[in-house]
C-alpha cells in the first residue's frame, strides 16, 4: 500500500475510535481502592501527587486540567515539557496537605498511597473528603498490597500490569476522553508486546537480576526491588529471575547477600531527584566498581549494568519505555557460560 493511502486509512481508522467511545454519563460513580468517588461532571481542575499521574494527565491530553503537581523522580519527558512548563510544581516530593488544597483542585489523583492514606505523609483521605475534594489512587498501589506493612508497602499478591490500564480508562471516564484513553491503552500494550518479542528465543532459564533503586546511604544496606512488585514484573515478563524474595516493595538487603547470590546483570536507578547520594547513578556506578565485595560480582567484571530512569520502574506509562529499554539490553548481552 502507498504510504499517502496508507495515512489516510489510518487517520480514517482513528476517526472512527474516536466517534464510536460512548460519551461519560455524569453523575459518574466508580469504585477506587475501597471508597466510591461521585463526580456530577468533568472536574474543571486537579492536582497530582506522584509522576506516574502527571505523565498520565499529559498523554490524554489533560494537562491544561492541571493547577498543581509533585512528586518527580525524573525530569519530564521532552514532548510534555510544554505542557509542564504552565503547570506549578508543589514540590519536588511531598507537598503540604496546604500547598495542595490552595490550589482548589476538583480531584486530586496520587501515585502512593502513602502520601495520601492511612498514614499519608500529605493527608489522608478523608481529610480531603470532608472538604469535598475527591482523592484517585492508582489502583497499582491499593490493590493487592498492604501498604501498612514495610517501609514501602508489601505486596500480597503479584503487580498486574492491567492495573496501568485501568487507571488510564478511569481517568478518562472522569474527564469524557474515553477515546483518548482507549488509543493510549493500545499504543501501550503493542509497545509491552514488541519489547517481549524483542527476547524471544534468548535462553534466558538461568538469568537473574537486580534492581537499585537507591541508598540512604552508599554505606549501608541499598533500597533493591522485592518479589511480587513492577520490576519484579518487569523480569517476569522477560523470562529473568529476581534474586531478593522478599515481598516488600522496595526491601533493603545487604551487599554481602546479593554478592552470594550473583545475579546476571543489575538494573540500576537513574533520577533527576537527590534526596539520598545514591540518587546520582554515577555514584552508584562508582560504588559498584570500587568496593570490595560489589566489584567482583560477574555483573560488574562484565559491565552487564542497565541504566533505567527510577519512573520507568514504577507503575506509570514509563514502565513500558523501561521494557524496551531493558529487553534491548538483555538481548545484548553476551550470557554465554
Known amino acids: 500500500m502507498q504510504l499517502p493511502r496508507l495515512v489516510t486509512l ?20 466508580l469504585q477506587n481502592c475501597g471508597m466510591p468517588l461521585t463526580f456530577q461532571h468533568a472536574p ?131 474527564f469524557d476522553v474515553q477515546a483518548r484513553g482507549e488509543r493510549l491503552n493500545s499504543e501501550l500494550k503493542a509497545r509491552l508486546a514488541k519489547a517481549a518479542a524483542t527476547v524471544k528465543g534468548k535462553d534466558l532459564k538461568d538469568t537473574s537480576a537486580l534492581f537499585w533503586f537507591s541508598s540512604a546511604d552508599l554505606d549501608i544496606d541499598p533500597y533493591v526491588a522485592g518479589r511480587k512488585g513492577i520490576p519484579d514484573y518487569m523480569l517476569q515478563t522477560l523470562g529473568v529471575r529476581n534474586v531478593v524474595q522478599s515481598d516488600e516493595e522496595w526491601p533493603t538487603v545487604g551487599w554481602e547477600t546479593i554478592a552470594k547470590a550473583n545475579p546476571t546483570f543489575l538494573v540500576i536507578a537513574r533520577m533527576d531527584r537527590r534526596r539520598f547520594p545514591a540518587d546520582d547513578y554515577q555514584k552508584k556506578l562508582e560504588f559498584l566498581r570500587s568496593d570490595p565485595v560489589t566489584r567482583n560480582m560477574d555483573a560488574v567484571r562484565h559491565n552487564r549494568i542497565v541504566i533505567l530512569d527510577a519512573h520507568a520502574m514504577q507503575a506509570s506509562t514509563r514502565l513500558f519505555s523501561g521494557m524496551e529499554t531493558l529487553a534491548s539490553a538483555i538481548n545484548g548481552f553476551d550470557l554465554a557460560p
Open 44 to 174: 474543571d481542575s486537579a492536582v497530582t501527587i506522584g509522576q506516574a499521574g502527571t505523565e498520565m494527565f499529559y498523554a490524554l491530553g489533560l494537562g491544561d486540567r492541571l493547577v498543581g503537581t509533585s512528586l518527580w523522580f525524573n525530569d519530564v519527558l521532552a514532548q510534555y515539557k510544554v505542557q509542564n512548563d504552565k503547570v506549578e510544581r508543589l514540590a519536588d516530593n511531598d507537598p503540604s496537605f496546604e500547598a495542595v488544597i490552595g490550589k482548589r483542585p476538583q480531584l486530586v489523583a496520587v501515585q502512593l498511597e502513602w502520601m495520601v492514606g492511612p498514614q499519608g505523609v500529605v493527608g489522608t483521605r478523608e481529610q480531603f473528603h470532608e472538604l469535598n475534594i475527591p482523592t484517585y489512587l492508582m489502583p497499582s498501589d491499593c490493590e493487592g498490597k498492604d501498604n501498612l506493612v514495610g517501609a514501602d508497602g508489601t505486596r500480597l499478591e503479584p503487580f498486574r500490569i492491567d492495573s496501568i490500564y485501568n487507571s488510564i480508562s478511569q481517568l478518562a471516564e472522569i
Open 10 to 29: 489510518l487517520a480514517v481508522l482513528g476517526l472512527s475510535t474516536l466517534a464510536q467511545a460512548a460519551p461519560t454519563h455524569y453523575p459518574l460513580t
